[in-house]
């Protein structure tokens, strides 16, 4: 009587066993949705964006918003991120763009100044956007103010600077105040954007630091501040 070959049953065995890794993977890497319409796919511009660590500098706050602002953006034309911001650079893709997936120019810049003020409204909830008083420096920077207008602004209690400067709704006028629009105009490579955003971004935002610095200071003390 001869053996039984078990050649014929490796393949089949094995094709099980990859399946079975495959699943195993799939399961470990938070897919048990695998197969399901439902989640979206990770480079899609709908997926939440990991929170930043905390900083004590404007700087990175503002890029965070900027990027996360576009991809809000993008997540509500139903577009991607990179496909939105090949399009910004010109007024006829952008139009394009925006009438493809039921809107118009106007309401892709309104997408993308809403999706940033939503981004630094869920840093602000996190508790991630630097106090005033941590910004004094880059305040007195940007508004180039004399040592001793600095130096002054220094020996405020910090409380007293977080409660006229607070850094979300410092943010958020000087997002609301962006002509977008008109700023998208002076670009012409999908490069420029990002940079001129946070640019437009960080100065209006000084320039509103200013405004509710001058609004409580006396008239012979503006001079310091530049007013």
Same mark, same amino acid.
């Given at each position: 009587?001869?053996?039984?070959?078990?050649?014929?049953?490796?393949?089949?065995?094995?094709?099980? *066993? %990859? %399946?079975?890794?495959?699943?195993?993977?799939?399961?470990?890497?938070?897919?048990?949705?695998?197969? @399901?319409?439902?989640?979206?796919?990770?480079? @899609?511009? $709908?997926?939440?964006?990991?929170?930043?660590?905390?900083?004590?500098?404007?700087?990175?706050?503002? &890029?965070?918003?900027?990027?996360?602002?576009? &991809?809000?953006?993008? $997540?509500?034309?139903?577009?991607?991120? &990179?496909?939105?911001?090949?399009?910004?650079?010109?007024?006829?893709?952008?139009?394009?763009?925006?009438?493809?997936?039921?809107?118009?120019?106007?309401?892709?810049?309104?997408?993308? /100044?809403?999706?940033?003020?939503?981004?630094?409204?869920?840093?602000?909830?996190?508790?991630?956007?630097?106090?005033?008083? *941590?910004?004094?420096?880059?305040?007195?920077?940007?508004?180039?103010?004399?040592?001793?207008?600095?130096?002054?602004? /220094?020996?405020?209690?910090?409380? %007293?600077?977080?409660?006229?400067?607070?850094?979300? &709704?410092?943010?958020?006028?000087?997002?609301?105040?962006?002509? %977008?629009?008109?700023?998208? !105009?002076?670009?012409?490579?999908?490069?420029?954007?990002?940079?001129?955003?946070? !640019?437009?971004?960080?100065?209006?935002?000084?320039?509103?630091? /200013?405004?509710?610095?001058?609004?409580?200071?006396?008239? @012979?003390?503006?001079?310091?501040?530049?007013?």
């Amino acid at each position: 009587m001869s053996s039984l070959d078990p050649r014929p049953l490796i393949l089949p065995f094995a094709a099980v *066993a %990859v %399946v079975a890794v495959v699943l195993a993977v799939q399961l470990a890497s938070g897919g048990a949705s695998y197969g @399901s319409t439902a989640s979206a796919p990770a480079s @899609s511009p $709908c997926v939440e964006r990991a929170l930043p660590a905390a900083s004590t500098d404007l700087e990175p706050v503002i &890029e965070d918003a900027v990027l996360g602002g576009l &991809e809000r953006a993008a $997540c509500s034309l139903g577009v991607t991120r &990179e496909a939105l911001l090949l399009a910004l650079p010109s007024s006829r893709d952008r139009l394009a763009l925006a009438r493809a997936h039921g809107s118009t120019e106007a309401g892709l810049e309104a997408a993308l /100044k809403t999706g940033m003020l939503t981004e630094v409204r869920r840093l602000d909830r996190a508790g991630l956007l630097p106090p005033a008083s *941590a910004l004094v420096d880059t305040y007195a920077d940007q508004l180039g103010l004399s040592g001793l207008a600095a130096t002054a602004i /220094k020996q405020v209690p910090s409380s %007293v600077v977080d409660g006229l400067l607070p850094t979300g &709704e410092v943010l958020e006028r000087a997002i609301g105040g962006l002509d %977008v629009g008109r700023l998208l !105009t002076q670009f012409d490579q999908p490069g420029g954007i990002e940079p001129a955003l946070r !640019t437009a971004i960080q100065d209006a935002a000084v320039a509103e630091a /200013k405004s509710r610095l001058l609004d409580q200071v006396p008239d @012979s003390l503006r001079g310091l501040l530049g007013g």
